[in-house]
Nanobody
Framework: QVQLVESGGGLVQPGGSLRLSCAMSRSFYNTYTMGWYRQAPGKQRELVARITTGGNTAYADSVKGRFTISRDNANNTVYLQMNSLKPEDAAVYYC??????????WGQGTQVTVSS
């Protein structure tokens, strides 16, 4: 079943901003730490940000100071505000629980393209 739907990606110039949304079709996810992951062409998937049920956040060094993760439990949604985007931020972005577990399902992701 599709339980996570990412949106908000698009084409942006370097230095621009995007706000990604992760709609969690099951309120079940409100009880988990959630993360934003990305996978660039030819690269491994990486965790870029995560947020606990209590709102504590953590970021990869590569995005720290530029990205902000947040969540709205009432609306079953996790957000990723991305500022000062760089070409190396280009990737497909996914949301999911953190840490990952064997057998979890992934959404389609949302494509972020940063022109160079």
């Amino acid at each position: 079943q599709v339980q996570l739907v990412e949106s908000g990606g698009g084409l942006v110039q370097p230095g621009g901003s995007l706000r990604l949304s992760c709609a969690m079709s099951r309120s079940f996810y409100n009880t988990y730490t959630m993360g934003w992951y990305r996978q660039a062409p030819g690269k491994q998937r990486e965790l870029v940000a995560r947020i606990t049920t209590g709102g504590n956040t953590a970021y990869a060094d590569s995005v720290k100071g530029r990205f902000t993760i947040s969540r709205d439990n009432a609306n079953n949604t996790v957000y990723l505000q991305m500022n000062s985007l760089k070409p190396e931020d280009a990737a497909v972005y996914y949301c999911n629980i953190s840490p990952l577990r064997i057998g979890i399902q992934w959404g389609q992701g949302t494509q972020v393209t940063v022109s160079s």
